[in-house]
């Protein structure tokens, strides 16, 4: 049986995203793990109203801004996985862990 580590990351910043993405892919080559990924999704856009006061309709401007998200699979290597799940991300970097089990044809 053989488990499938998907590594969902999502944030505002860029630029940290792409650092942790690319210290996953190093680590997991560095390791010889089975990688696929990562694969980008379209950045999501969202406008946020804001109200100057609780009582009046009185607003500021909107406050726009983007979230990207990245996808990961770690097939197998259960310990470097278990390392990645298990590391200190920023605190601006949002991290979703999915175990899958697969198993083979005819079991």
Do not use: C
């Not at 053989?2 to 630029?15: K, Y």
């Not at 996985?81 to 005819?106: C, K, L, S, Y």
């Amino acid at each position: 049986m053989t488990f499938v580590t998907t590594l969902t990351l999502t944030s505002g910043n860029r630029h940290t995203l792409e650092d942790v993405v690319g210290d996953i892919k190093a680590t997991a080559e560095r390791k010889g793990a089975e990688l696929k990924g990562p694969h980008p999704s379209p950045p999501a856009d969202y406008r946020v109203p804001q109200s100057k006061r609780l009582d009046d309709g009185e607003t500021f401007e909107p406050w726009d801004y983007t979230v990207y998200k990245r996808t990961m699979r770690i097939v197998g290597h259960d310990e470097v996985a278990r390392r990645t799940a298990h590391r200190e991300f920023p605190d601006d970097v949002h991290v979703e862990v999915e175990i899958e089990q697969v198993t083979g044809v005819g079991r």
